[in-house]
């Protein structure tokens, strides 16, 4: 995790036999007083995450997301490495510094250390062939969905499901108020590969 949940602690406030919920006060260096939620829920066949900025007071910018990583292979056995397959509508050009320009290209072939984005939402499959596929979907109520895929490691790839492309915050911020926290759900569901 990157920003402010990286280093912060987290409460408990809710656990079950299948979930979990945790919370994370927004306090200094933060500016804005708010609060973060996220919950796990355990699916008979899939890992619902959830996060949600709240703000208590004042209106301020904000991005959300999750920064997973996967082993390219499951085993040391296995001979095939992960396949990482998802249709984006376009990909952010990264400028010198690797960060997003603001500008959409027609997304290019890996290996990828690129943004991606969505109309409709994030869907990826993560491929394990002859073992295990993942389907990632992501939803928030944002207008476009964005990925981050980096997969230039030898042994991990991380698939990155975020509210916005990195630095859209500088340019083309999103807001939470107190009547609209931001809220983004993902689902990853697994099916085994003969």
Known sequence: MHGMACYSTWEIIDKTADSLTLRMPLTSPWPWQGEVIQTFLLENDALVLQLEVHS?????????????????????????SLQVLFDADWQEEAGSDELPTGNRISPQVGPWDDCFGFYDGVKVKLLWPGKLAMTMTMTSWLPANSLVVFD??????????????????????EFVTPDKPLVIETRWQFTPES
């Open 152 to 173: 230039k490691q030898p042994d991990a790839t991380c698939i990155n499901p975020l509210t916005q492309a990195p630095n859209a915050i500088n340019l083309t911020p």
């Open 56 to 80: 208590y007071a004042d209106t301020f910018p904000a991005s959300a997301g999750w920064h997973p990583w996967f082993a390219k292979k499951l085993t040391p056995q296995n001979t095939e």
